[in-house]
């Protein structure tokens, strides 16, 4: 598996929004979106164990008080892990007694027994997945969210995209708040880790 960085930081965005985490993010994608942040070149080739060791070492500041009583968070992301992710890695994770949460765009299968999937689809795919714990959408300002409407998931977050441009991001924002009031099944979700200033 190529993995581009591990590390600990708090959960920015979605659901878990402010659950400390430790982040696996995996190179490559299987769609070329515009706001991606991921270097889909940089990478290195890592084993299912090497990735478990590489987790824990990212815990190893943790009192073992913390580790016991609030668990372990691990969140594996990208590009789109569903290309490289194994069930050997996920049973590695759960074999530690780690919550795995994955965050994809939806165009693939996922192996069994992740904790929480949330899935961020992207307009004109098509989507493999009718069945998650989180749909969490990018929104321009101007995509049809009704399509999503139908769909199967215990949350609904919204979320303004990330144009790069300050003017451009308020209106959208504004917008993605709008449209929450007036359709009260989705949550606001928000790039708090950018609004803060931490990976």
């Known amino acids: ?113 992740i904790d929480w999937v949330t899935c961020s689809p992207k307009e004109g795919t098509a989507l493999q997945l009718d069945n998650v714990d989180e749909l969490k959408v990018v929104y321009d300002g101007k995509m049809d969210i009704a399509q999503y409407e139908g769909f199967r998931a215990q949350v609904f977050s919204l979320q303004p995209m990330d144009t790069g441009d300050p003017d451009a991001n308020r209106l959208i924002t504004e917008q993605t708040v709008l449209y929450c009031k007036e359709h009260p099944q989705w949550h606001l979700s928000l790039q708090t880790h950018k609004l803060i200033g931490i990976r």
Not at 29 to 51: K, P
Not at 59 to 82: C, D, K, R, W, Y
Request: proline share 3%; with cysteine.
């Open 1 to 113: 598996m190529k993995v581009n960085e591990i590390f600990y930081s708090l959960q920015g965005e979605g659901r878990w929004t402010g659950t400390p985490s430790v982040f696996v993010r995996f190179s490559g994608c299987n769609l070329n979106c515009s706001f991606c942040d991921t270097d889909h070149a940089d990478g290195n080739e890592m084993t299912a164990r090497q990735i478990v060791d590489r987790v824990r070492d990212a815990f190893s500041s943790l009192s073992l008080f913390a580790q016991v009583m609030n668990g372990i968070h691990v969140v594996l992301t990208g590009g789109e892990p569903s290309l490289q992710v194994t069930d050997e890695l996920i049973c590695l994770l759960h074999k530690e007694g780690w919550f795995v949460q994955i965050e994809t765009n939806g165009t693939r299968q996922l192996p069994a027994g």
